[in-house]
């Protein structure tokens, strides 16, 4: 395994007793709720270089999701300097849509796509619509719609 083991002194100094638990838990499943600025983070990154630290996976059997770019790279370089340097291997740290794509890519064929798949944002989507909508010579009016639509379901999927 690449990563050094630090004393655990090092990387579980500064934990509450709550904490610690949680980050020694390394069997099975563990729920982690709290309230904003108490620690989670702290907490998920301290336990997977605990994992790491203690030869109980290594990185690339690891899963950590997240919402935002921001908070994966965070929580990268977090685990990187708790096991004392970067953390690589670990391709399984990433944003919800990340690792959905990853998989989706990996396994396209069995849900009928090609691993060279294309996402296309709301603005490709409403493209395509027009697109297809002047292709088949459907009135001009049918465009209106289109932008219509996307003004009236943009609200709902940020939900």
Do not use: C
Request: glycine share 10%; proline share 3%; aromatic share 4%.
């Amino acid at each position: 395994m690449a990563a050094r083991r630090p004393a655990a002194a090092t990387y579980l100094d500064g934990l509450n007793p709550e904490q610690r638990a949680a980050v020694e838990t390394t069997d099975g499943p563990l729920l982690v709720l709290a309230g904003a600025g108490t620690g989670k983070t702290r907490v998920l990154t301290t336990r997977i270089a605990h994992i790491l630290a203690t030869g109980r996976a290594y990185p690339s059997q690891i899963l950590a999701v997240t919402f935002t770019n921001k908070a994966a790279r965070e929580m990268r370089e977090r685990i990187g300097s708790l096991i004392g340097g970067t953390l690589e291997g670990m391709q399984w740290l990433g944003t919800f849509h990340a690792i959905g794509v990853k998989i989706l890519r990996r396994h396209a064929e069995l849900v009928g796509l090609k691993p060279g798949f294309t996402i296309l944002d709301d603005d490709d989507q409403v493209r395509l619509l027009k697109q297809v909508i002047e292709a088949a010579g459907i009135e001009r009016s049918a465009g209106r719609h289109v932008s219509l639509l996307r003004s009236s379901t943009i609200g709902r999927t940020a939900a």
